[in-house]
Every structure is written in C-alpha cells, then in structure tokens.
C-alpha cells in the first residue's frame, strides 16, 4: 500500500496510523525514515504537511504536542536539505489558503507550533487585518496565553488593547507575560504600570474586575496575587524595570508611604527602638505636602503618643476641622501658641561616652573619640588610605545610609566606617570634595581588591549592592573582590553548631524585641548586645550626632573584636581552625544532585514516603532525638507556632495537635508569653530560636528547618516528641481555629437549614464552585467505599441543644457556614460535621485518606 502520493489523494488515516503505532512503540529511527521518504514523495509538501498536523490533532486529542512537534522537526531538516520547497513557488492564492490553514493551528496547538510554522508558511506577510482577526479568533476560545505569545511574534501590540491582551493574564498569575507584551514599547510599558497602580487603589473592587472575565477559572491563590499588597510590590519592581516615573504610581507610592507611617510609629512608640528626632526627621520628610499621609499620622499619635502630640502635629499642618479624630480640635483650643509649637527635641548636650544604663546593657566601643576620625576632604583620604592599605591589616568595614522609607529610588551610601587596630575613620560621602572623586574610588576598590588585606563584614552583599548605586563606576567596570570575610556565614555556622549540641553559650534576654543579625552575634561572641536606635537615623543629615558617630563607629569596630575571640579558639564554638574556609564549605547542591533522578522518584518525593523509608539523623542538627519523654498523644502536645511556621501550624492542627498560631504582624516575643502562660512548646525558625529558648523553660523551644515542606516539619514534630498518632487523630481538630469540638448533622438537616436560608433556589443558575478548602469537586463525586477508613475523630461531640433552630449560632456565637456548602454536594454527603467555635462545614472526602497515606509513616494503625 502507496502511503504518500499527492496532497490530496494521501491516505492520511493509514498514514496517521503508521505514525502513531511508531511513536507509541518508540521507534523513532524508523518514524523520522518513514516521515523523511513521505515528506520526499509528496508533490505537495506544504499542504501534505498540514493534512498530517491536523490529523494529528484529531487523532491524538489531547495531547498532539509531542508527535506533532517530532513532524514539525523532521520537516524542518527535511526541508534544509531540499531548499526548492518554499512558498514562493506557490501562486497567491495557494499561498494565503496554506497561510490560513496554518493559523488554525495556531489555536488548536501547543505553542510549540508556532515558531516553526511562522517561518514554514511566512506568516509574518499576512496582511494585518488577518493577523488581527486570528488574534481575536484565540481570545474568543480563551487561549489568552497564545494570543499574546502570538501578537508579540507578529509585533501587533499597536493595533490591539493592551488591557485586553494583558489583563487576564495577570489574573492568572502570569503578569511575566504581560511583561513580555510591553518590552520595547516604554508607552506600554507605563500604561501597564498604570494599570497595576490603579487596582491599588482602596476603593478598588477585586470581585468587579473578576467579574469581567466569566470565562476565567481563578482559584484562590489567582485572587490573592491581585491583593494590593503584592501589587504594589509588582509596581514598584516595574517602575525600576522600565525608568517610570513614581508620580505615574501615586496609589502604589501612598500605600508604601503609609505602611512606612504605621511602621514607624511602631517602632518608635510600641518597640522604642527609634528616637524621637528619628523619628519626627523621616516622618515630616514622608508626609509633607499629602492631607491624607498628614490626618493618618494625627490618627495614629491619638493612638500610640497623646491628644497634646496630636494637636501639635494638626496646627502646625494647619488640618481641617472636619478631618480631625475625636478631642483634637478641643486640645488645640486649650493649648498656647507656644505649647503647639513643634519645636525641636530638647535635651543636655551629647558627650562621647554613654550613659550609664547604656554601658552596662550595650557593647561599647573601646575607643576614645580622638581616635574617630571623620573624613571629608582628600588629605584626610589619603592619611585613611596610608593607615588602611597595609599588608596582612584587618580591617572592619560597613556602610550606612539613609533609611528609605516611603521611598522608590535606590539606597545610596552616605558613611563608610573603616575600622582598624585602635582607630575608626569614618568616610563622608556626603562631602562633596570626595564623595565621587576618583582618589576615593580608587582607594575602596584597591581595598577591597587587595587579597592580603583581609576584610570583615556582615551581610556585605547589601553593602555593595548600596555602594553600586551611589558609583555607577564599579557596575561598568566590576571589582574583583579578594580577602573578604562575612562575618554572616560564620554566624550561620555557629547557629548550626550550637543546634546540633556542639557547644552553647547562654544569652541575656533583656526587654524589647529580640536581638537578631549583627546584634545577635555580638551579644553572643561579646556578651551584650549592639544599641541599634541610630540604625534608622538620617544618615545625610549633617552635621552627624555625637550618637550617631558612635554607632557608626562600634558597628564597625566590634567586627575587629569578634574575629579576636573567634580566631583564638575557633573549636570552642564548634568552628574550623580557618575561619576563611567556612564561606566556600557551605556551597549549595548543584542543580543535578537537586533534581530527581527520575519520575518515578519525583512522584514519591511528592506524594507519601515509604513506609519505614531509612532517615539520616546526621543531617537532622535541627531537630535531633534528644528528647526523653514518654510518648503522647496529639492533644497532649501543645505549641505556639511562630509567624514563620504557619504551614506547619495548618498540618499539625489537621493531626489533632492543640496549636495556636501567631499572626505576620506579632513579635516574636509573643510566643515566649503564650508559651509560659500556658505551658506550650515554641516552634519557630532560624535566628530567633536563640532569644526564644532563653525565655522558656529547658526543651520548651524548638527549631526547624525553614526549607522544608511543611510536611516533613509536622513528621519532625511528631517524631521528636514520640507522639502516638492514630487514623482517629486526623482532623479531630479545626485547621481554621484550632477547637476540638464538633456538632453532627444529617443530609436533611442540613437540606432543610439551607432551604430556610434560600440557599436551594437558584442552584440551576448557580455554579458548585463555592467548595471549602479540603474538598474539590472530583474528591466529592463518588461516597467513600465502604471498605475504606471510617472518620471517626477523637473529638469533643457538642449537644443537640448547643445549636439554636432560629439562629443556627452555637454558644460560642458561631454560626453555621452554610453558604460553604454546594448544593449539588447534599445528594452525595449524608453526615455533616461543623466547628463549634467557628461555625466551619467539614464532610468526609478523599482528603482524609490522603492525609493517611501522606504521614503514614508516622501513623499507628
């Protein structure tokens, strides 16, 4: 049987057939012959070329890609070898009917297709009002993606709406397309910067821009990529992207101006980490010339100071009247002219050495203040550079600059410290005379260049990023950096080393937030921590405060006093004799030992480990099988879990564990009070751990390891406090407010609730898509087997008078969600089980036994 001839006569289904019995027996060899003589005997080529992809389509729904792109590859060396195949050689007509064909495959295929089918049949010579129309033709099918990829080949973007083409995209969470969209076009480029800013708005209505796009199927996750927090953040990256102007942004701009408010007062108010002249210096930078910015900051003095700092602040903005809260307007009324005045914050004159609550609670810098030198001209450099540049020197170095709050330009450096044996000099890069001159950039980056100089830093990746952008001439001709030590792998090292029980020091725990970073370390190394409440101050300002000279000054030299101790006895803290040797002993896996070595493998590591499946306790410095106590059941064990772990929070909740969660904005020291308060056990991440397990009793604090899955953090848990956890454990507890307690309903009880609700009537018109957040609508399709797992949850069983018939509302003042529950569900579900502290509807499902086979190794059956 002759299996190619003319386009037309072609046997395609015989020929189709050939090729799908090839591919599915992978045997390519003889599938790229087969296609090479077939592609050889056509007389048609082009046209017998699309007679095979669109049968491919037909024939292998839905997946053609593969076999499809392995023809279109095949063709594509077929035809370098046999160049007389073009469609030049065809009449216009032939032409634009291939052309045509062509585009419909471009909506019916993967995007795979669409390159070598643009250079195959030129589309790219299509008249514009064709190219438009397909466009339109694959919005119309919802291949939104597609459209877009293809309008970019085809370089349409003036002719459509950028709106259009971009909008649901990004509801789709694939806003990097829309970047793609507007690359080269800067008029885009704003307007789709302007749009983002737009949905930042207050007034702005999520649900109303969903609503415009019926077609769109959003799950939650899609919803929340569109909250303004992450929008703005999107903005602001953009605007750095493409050169916007912020005045294009001004909702993006207000909202990072009034998050930087809030913060502030915080800070300076609540936390008191901030002076007041800190304070009142960024804040008046931030909110001069905005109403707005000015009335919330009156709100909020009401709040954190007092109605005398609140009035005070409104005179001297001159606000309305009507804009005032409550008891302002009146405390103006009752203040003097001289009582409403700002004025400036009064106290004694600084001198060099501390007061003496701070000397006994903060690391002092050991230096008198002859021996800090502020430079700020050239002979000042070059006496800094002939101390600094010397053979086998060490030196500590750090930068500030000024805190950019409500802020989008880059950071710049304004003060270099360089700190060495006995002395400091501190570089002014505000001074004109020398910020950019060549003797200054010369000399930094011959120090940092320098490998027999050996520098000291912490988190030195900042530093440089801030000190690019104030010298635009080390990105044009980068620095090599030799003889650099950061200090911030070697702090890593030591929380590695005191977790795994190879050492420990014990750490003063005083009031306030908890020490962390550079603080952290010296109070670890040193004994007492650094007086960080300059930190945040105006670094441009000059002339400096004897305050701030100080805190730039130790925050430099204390790097020298560290590198002393550890370098003395590195094994006492669990470190190698070479300090320099830990940076390049902690190099990431590269990217083949990450990947899986096979599917097969990819899918365990996804789904359920085997059971029994061998562990390594070495790698666990984390969380290590020190623990002695007797095994437990998951109410028994009760923990707080930090901000951090809130995943970790949702799983341990869902195997029964008695788990109180601490919200993004609470300290961390909440969980300290939470768990003496009430006997729990912190779980928290990363550096925090070393304040925290001061605060609470012996083996009352435990870490994890941040860049684990949930999962394997409960499985840690679980095993470290040898806890007993049975099928009956499993969501015998709320995940969404942590109670024990249940009330159970029938199918026709929960039918005629609703019914009394009017959630039934229109359940023709209406959608299942309100599932709650374990079930989706294939889990519910079928009922359990009745040979599966039965849900019966140690639990708490709430009476039947607990609910009252009118208000369906529980004790707790709970009330029943009943408009969580599909209609279409009722039919298949005959027992419901809702919380009695927050009114959440629960049913068995396939989730409960994915849970099963999820910790099944962990499970007592």
């Known amino acids: 049987m002759s299996l190619v001839g003319q386009p037309k006569g072609v046997d395609l289904p015989a020929l189709l057939e050939l090729l799908c019995g090839l591919w599915s027996r992978k045997e390519q060899d003889e599938l790229r012959q087969a296609l090479a003589g077939s592609f050889s005997q056509m007389q048609e080529p082009l046209s017998g070329l699309l007679d095979i992809l669109e049968g491919c389509v037909t024939v292998q729904k839905p997946k053609p890609s593969t076999l499809s792109q392995l023809i279109l590859s095949e063709f594509m060396r077929w035809r370098s070898n046999n160049p007389q195949?073009?469609?030049?050689?065809?009449?216009?007509?032939?032409?634009?009917?291939?052309?045509?064909?062509?585009?419909?495959?471009?909506?019916?295929?993967?995007?795979?297709?669409?390159?070598?089918?643009?250079?195959?049949?030129?589309?790219?010579?299509?008249?514009?009002?064709?190219?438009?129309?397909?466009?339109?033709?694959?919005?119309?099918?919802?291949?939104?993606?597609?459209?877009?990829?293809?309008?970019?080949?085809?370089?349409?973007?003036?002719?459509?709406?950028?709106?259009?083409?971009?909008?649901?995209?990004?509801?789709?969470?694939?806003?990097?397309?829309?970047?793609?969209?507007?690359?080269?076009?800067?008029?885009?480029?704003?307007?789709?910067?302007?749009?983002?800013?737009?949905?930042?708005?207050?007034?702005?209505?999520?649900?109303?821009?969903?609503?415009?796009?019926?077609?769109?199927?959003?799950?939650?996750?899609?919803?929340?990529?569109?909250?303004?927090?992450?929008?703005?953040?999107h903005v602001f990256?953009?605007?750095?992207?493409?050169?916007?102007?912020p005045g294009l942004c001004p909702n993006s701009v207000y909202k990072r101006k009034s998050d930087s408010l809030r913060f502030l007062m915080y800070k300076t108010f609540v936390e008191k980490g901030m002076s007041e002249e800190n304070w009142r210096d960024h804040v008046q930078a931030m909110i001069e010339g905005d109403l707005e910015l000015q009335v919330q900051l009156v709100q909020l003095l009401v709040k954190h100071c007092s109605l005398k700092a609140a009035a005070q602040w409104s005179a001297h903005y001159k606000l309305p009247r009507n804009r005032l809260p409550i008891g302002v307007w009146d405390k103006i009324q009752s203040l003097s002219p001289q009582q409403l005045e700002l004025g400036s914050v009064s106290g004694p004159p600084e001198s060099w050495a501390p007061l003496q609550s701070d000397q006994e609670k903060y690391y002092q810098l050991p230096l008198p203040r002859e021996n800090v030198h502020f430079v700020e001209t050239l002979e000042e450099?070059?006496?800094?550079?002939?101390?600094?540049?010397?053979?086998?020197?060490?030196?500590?170095?750090?930068?500030?600059?000024?805190?950019?709050?409500?802020?989008?330009?880059?950071?710049?450096?304004?003060?270099?410290?360089?700190?060495?044996?006995?002395?400091?000099?501190?570089?002014?890069?505000?001074?004109?005379?020398?910020?950019?001159?060549?003797?200054?950039?010369?000399?930094?980056?011959?120090?940092?260049?320098?490998?027999?100089?050996?520098?000291?830093?912490?988190?030195?990746?900042?530093?440089?990023?801030?000190?690019?952008?104030?010298?635009?001439?080390l990105r044009e001709e980068p620095m090599k950096m030799e003889g650099v030590l950061d200090l911030l792998l070697i702090h890593q090292e030591l929380q590695r080393c005191w977790l795994g029980n190879k050492g420990c020091r014990s750490v003063e725990v005083s009031e306030g937030p908890a020490e962390k970073g550079l603080s952290l370390l010296v109070q670890q190394v040193l004994g007492k921590p650094l007086n960080k409440s300059e930190q945040l101050s105006n670094w441009e300002r000059r002339p400096l405060r004897t305050s701030q000279l100080r805190y730039a000054a130790a925050d430099a030299y204390c790097l020298l006093d560290i590198y002393l101790i550890l370098s003395r006895d590195p094994k006492a803290f669990g470190l190698p004799e070479d300090l320099r040797s830990i940076p390049t002993a902690q190099k990431p896996k590269s990217q083949e030992e990450k990947k899986p070595k096979d599917k097969k493998q990819f899918k365990r590591r996804e789904g359920r480990q085997k059971v029994?499946?061998?562990?390594?306790?070495d790698n666990d410095f984390k969380v290590n099988s020190d623990y002695q106590g007797p095994t437990i059941k998951p109410p028994e064990l009760r923990v707080v879990c930090d901000n951090m772990l809130q995943g970790l929070g949702r799983f341990l909740r869902c195997l029964g564990v008695d788990?109180?969660?601490?919200?993004?904005?609470?300290?961390?020291?909440?969980?300290?009070?939470?768990?003496?308060?009430?006997?729990?056990?912190?779980?928290?991440?990363?550096?925090?751990?070393?304040?925290?397990?001061?605060?609470?009793?012996?083996?009352?604090?435990?870490?994890?390891d941040c860049s684990e899955k949930a999962r394997d953090q409960a499985v840690r848990v679980l095993q470290h406090f040898h806890v007993h956890l049975t099928p009956a454990d499993i969501f015998s507890r709320c995940q969404a407010c942590n109670c024990n307690e249940y009330f159970k309903l029938s199918r026709e009880e929960m039918t005629r609730m609703m019914k009394e609700r009017g959630l039934l009537q229109n359940i023709v018109s209406k959608r299942d898509d309100c599932v709650p957040q374990h079930e989706t609508q294939a889990e519910y399709s079928s009922w359990r087997p009745p040979e599966g797992p039965q849900f019966t949850p140690h639990c708490r069983w709430?009476?039947?008078?607990?609910?009252?018939?009118?208000?369906?509302?529980?004790?707790?003042?709970?009330?029943?969600?009943?408009?969580?529950?599909?209609?279409?569900?009722?039919?298949?579900?005959?027992?419901?089980?809702?919380?009695?502290?927050?009114?959440?509807?629960f049913w068995e499902g396939t989730h409960f036994d994915r849970v099963l086979s999820q910790f099944q190794e962990v499970l007592h059956v």
């Open 85 to 233: 195949v073009a469609l030049d050689m065809l009449d216009e007509e032939e032409r634009l009917c291939l052309q045509r064909r062509a585009l419909g495959l471009l909506t019916d295929s993967q995007p795979g297709f669409m390159e070598p089918l643009l250079e195959v049949y030129q589309l790219k010579t299509l008249k514009r009002p064709l190219l438009l129309e397909h466009v339109d033709n694959l919005h119309c099918c919802c291949c939104f993606k597609e459209a877009l990829v293809f309008s970019v080949k085809m370089e349409l973007q003036s002719d459509l709406d950028m709106e259009k083409m971009c909008v649901p995209l990004i509801l789709l969470d694939k806003l990097s397309l829309a970047e793609l969209y507007v690359r080269h076009h800067p008029d885009l480029q704003q307007r789709l910067v302007s749009l983002l800013d737009s949905w930042c708005r207050p007034d702005f209505s999520t649900q109303t821009l969903i609503s415009q796009f019926p077609q769109l199927v959003l799950s939650k996750h899609h919803s929340d990529q569109i909250q303004p927090k992450l929008l703005s953040k």
């Open 237 to 245: 990256r953009l605007m750095e992207k493409f050169h916007i102007d």
């Open 381 to 473: 450099v070059d006496k800094c550079r002939e101390a600094v540049l010397k053979s086998g020197c060490v030196v500590g170095m750090d930068m500030e600059w000024r805190a950019g709050f409500g802020t989008v330009s880059s950071q710049r450096v304004a003060l270099i410290q360089l700190a060495v044996q006995d002395q400091v000099f501190l570089l002014d890069l505000c001074a004109h005379a020398i910020s950019h001159h060549s003797t200054t950039v010369d000399f930094i980056r011959a120090l940092l260049s320098d490998k027999k100089i050996l520098k000291l830093g912490y988190g030195m990746s900042g530093d440089l990023r801030s000190l690019v952008s104030t010298w635009p001439d």
């Open 612 to 617: 029994n499946e061998p562990h390594s306790v």
């Open 659 to 704: 788990v109180k969660m601490l919200e993004n904005t609470d300290d961390h020291k909440v969980a300290a009070e939470l768990a003496r308060a009430e006997g729990r056990v912190i779980l928290t991440a990363g550096q925090p751990y070393q304040s925290l397990r001061s605060q609470v009793g012996e083996g009352r604090c435990l870490t994890l």
């Open 798 to 841: 709430a009476p039947r008078s607990d609910l009252d018939p009118q208000t369906f509302r529980f004790p707790s003042g709970a009330e029943v969600q009943l408009e969580t529950v599909p209609p279409g569900l009722l039919p298949r579900i005959p027992v419901y089980f809702i919380c009695t502290g927050c009114g959440k509807v």
